[in-house]
């Protein structure tokens, strides 16, 4: 159990989740697929996994060698204040630089939403340890959800898919005691509001 629940937490690790979001909404959404140009599709898909993946790897496990945070799995609130600072700013960053692109509107939102999350996540980590790995699925799970709405897409089949994934990956965290139920639950609902509310009300 303790297996199965590690290798969703890895596959499904949030610093992933930003360029898989993005690649489902290329996937899903023909009309963007078809009006963004497949090499602005791939720098896109690249930029952003350079970004909020690759880069806040190498910065976190830098944290680890100079011994400044305890575990690169960021196990303790105190280890998550410095790498969930920099990710705000890789993200808030990325978010401006991406504005001088031309791309459609739900893109800028989705980036918009993630980086409200990610500073939601900062300070909420004052208080309880929010589960980032389920902000990352209900960051996602919205924007399958949202776009379906604002495009008119028969989505709910891929809807459900990231209900229960996201179901799989809490009782993951849960099973690893790496989250009580309120974190889970609060991380989710966290990372689906962030990401929803601005698609819908076409912030960004």
Sequence with gaps: MRISAHILSYLFHPIFLPTF???VIFGLNRY???TTPYDKQFFLVSWIFVNT???PFIFTAVLRWKKLVSSIQLDTREDRVIPFTFAL???LTNYWLLRDIPMPQIIYSIFLGSSAAVGIALLVNFYTKISIHMIGMGGVTASIYAMSQVYDLNLVGYVLLGIVASGMV???RFVL???NLKQIYLGWGTG???VYLPIIM???
Aim: proline share 0%.
């Design 89 to 91: 700013f890789f993200y």
């Design 53 to 55: 993946a690759v880069i």
């Design 32 to 34: 963007i697929s078809a």
């Design 202 to 204: 076409d912030w960004g």
């Design 170 to 172: 809490g009782s993951a």
């Design 192 to 194: 689906f509001l962030s």
């Design 177 to 179: 005691e790496s989250h």
């Design 21 to 23: 979001g993005l690649i």
